[in-house]
């Protein structure tokens, strides 16, 4: 059993940053694909960036360079570094954990809005 917990969500205008950090609870964590999605209203919830064990990355076309994910296996945590954001970024983003099945935090908003 794996919990998640993200925080760091709030309101921010056009061209500021956030910083989101996961906070994951339970075992061999270090073997996670560990991963941000976001939802945002009417539309499916998507992948925006993962790290694997061996800390690889990919990102979703939309936020490369604008965003970074990191991890920290001695302190069970998954950030996601979101600079230059912009309106279409608005959305509930979720802390996910992955190896044999799929883990997901409750979701925090980040609203992008002048």
């Known amino acids: 059993q794996v919990q998640l917990v993200e925080s760091g969500g709030g309101l921010v205008q056009p061209g500021g940053s956030l910083r989101l950090s996961c906070a994951a609870s339970?075992?061999?964590?270090?073997?996670?694909?560990m991963g941000w999605y976001r939802q945002a209203p009417g539309k499916q919830r998507e992948l925006v960036a993962a790290?694997?064990?061996?800390?690889?990355?990919n990102y979703v076309d939309s936020v490369k360079g604008r965003f970074t994910i990191s991890r920290d296996n001695a302190k069970n945590t998954v950030s996601l570094q979101m600079n230059s954001l912009k309106p279409e970024d608005t959305a509930v983003y979720y802390c996910?954990?992955?190896?044999?099945?799929?883990?997901w935090g409750q979701g925090t908003q980040v609203t992008v809005s002048s």
């Open positions: 790290i694997n064990s061996g800390g690889s990355t």
């Open positions: 339970g075992s061999f964590l270090s073997l996670y694909t």
């Open positions: 996910s954990a992955r190896w044999t099945i799929t883990y």
